[in-house]
């Protein structure tokens, strides 16, 4: 969520920058500004109220002391709670429609960022080279096929198109890769969460994914309460509420965290052809690094988090690229995104495995999370995510781009303790 004194100070500004991720604000920053408005009013009105009624309350000992009648003190005292409940009333819709505008309106993206969608991304740094074949290289889906690592037609037997099943050495090469990822990071001083796969829409909310995005999750039948009931897309949505509603003290943070969950998504839309096998499903494995952070120290947090996605990528033996996302490109609840995008032989071009996001303030005012400072001053902190790695895309880079001319595919050296053998063949 935005700040509304920033609005209120910098309404043009904050319409400019909103029109860099295309989102054309006007009409909304002008009715939150009515509304902020009406709002101010009617609670300086409410509180004059409420004033007047202690006042006159204080009255009636006296009254009655001196003998004087109090029913006119009683008519007036009704008269003002009923207009205070008016007035209570009319400030409850009133906020309802404030904080629904609020809860719509995008991060503002950072000032160095440019405006538009992909093409205005802008690769930053490469590393390594494409890789170069002197035999008809296969692509992943015939290459996991033929050494038995995934069983895509029995996935989709069980659960239908986008998922599909690890087998045998695919099975254990998937669990290499996850604690892989997942040994560097707690080497790397973060702490290890396994949140539940299951969250409520707070979650949602508090992340920016709701309540603009709320129909692109699945959602879960709950015939036990009320609540509504989600798998998560991403560990981020369990993480960003990890501290919802609390106060941290400056000695808190930094709180680097590492999750690793499946992630479920409903990825609207129609599969582009080159994205076959595990590319683009509805579940996949995915490690997401998290930070809540002091605000001045933001950036050098969110330096690091790109810079261990790129290192997870350079250990592999990858050739990537990391890119600097344009406005448009950035999801809704960030303010920059870096993505790492690996080299998939057989899709002639990149695909991403990380994002690393800053959301600045936006998630922890969405989530009320705060630190103190040691002068007793509040602020909001920042959090930032980011894949450490997402592996349905790891693995087809990895098959593909390590694949020998029989087939058989050698195993990164980071695995092979992981696995014990260093080729993978039928």
């Known amino acids: 969520m935005l700040d509304i004194k920033y609005i209120k100070e910098n309404p043009e500004e904050v319409i400019e920058r909103l029109q860099k991720k295309g989102k054309d604000a006007r009409e909304e920053i002008e009715a939150i500004l009515e509304l902020d408005k009406k709002r101010r009013e009617l609670i300086a009105k409410t509180e004059a109220i409420k004033a007047e009624q202690n006042k006159t309350n204080k009255l009636i000992p006296q009254y009655k002391k001196e003998g ?250 990858f050739h990537f690229r990391t890119v600097k996302l344009a406005a448009e490109d950035c999801s809704a609840s960030m303010a920059r995104t870096y993505d790492i995008e690996i080299n998939i032989p057989s899709m002639d071009g990149y695909k991403e495995v990380s994002s690393v996001s800053n959301a600045r303030d936006y998630q922890a005012r969405r989530g009320m999370i705060r630190v103190k400072r040691a002068d007793g001053r509040m602020e909001y902190v920042h959090t930032l995510n980011g894949s450490g790695l997402a592996t349905s895309r790891i693995l087809p880079a990895l098959v593909e781009q390590n694949q020998l001319a029989d087939g058989s595919v050698v195993v990164p050296e980071v695995l092979r303790k992981y696995l014990g053998v260093d080729i993978l063949k039928k």
């Open 68 to 317: 004087k009648d109090v029913s006119e003190i009683f008519a007036k005292m009704k008269e003002m709670g009923a207009e205070t409940k008016a007035i209570d009333e009319q400030l409850k819709e009133i906020e309802t429609q404030f904080t629904g505008l609020m809860l719509g309106l995008p991060n503002l993206p950072d000032n160095d960022l440019l405006p538009g969608g992909k093409e205005n991304n802008e690769p930053l740094r490469y590393f390594g080279e494409p890789k170069k074949f002197d035999f008809e290289p296969k692509n992943h889906v015939d290459l996991c096929t033929g050494l038995g690592l995934v069983d895509y037609e029995r996935g989709t037997k069980l659960s239908g198109s986008g998922f599909w099943i690890y087998r045998g050495m695919g099975a254990r090469l998937e669990w290499a890769l996850l604690n892989y990822f997942i040994d560097t990071h707690i080497g790397d001083g973060y702490e290890l969460i396994l949140p539940p796969h299951m969250l409520e829409y707070e979650c949602g909310v508090t992340a920016g994914q709701f309540p603009k995005f709320a129909d692109e999750v699945f959602k879960i039948e709950n015939n036990v309460d009320s609540r509504m009931r989600y798998m998560l897309p991403t560990a981020e949505a369990a993480l960003a509420s990890l501290y919802r509603n609390e106060i941290l003290t400056e000695a808190d943070l930094p709180k680097k965290l590492v999750s690793y969950t499946p992630c479920f998504r409903r990825e609207a839309g129609s599969y582009r052809s080159d994205e076959r096998g595990m590319v683009r499903g509805h579940q996949f494995n995915k490690v997401e690094m998290f930070q809540y952070t002091l605000p001045e120290k933001s950036d050098e947090a969110f330096e690091e988090l790109v810079m261990k996605a790129e290192n997870l990528v350079k250990g592999l033996g």
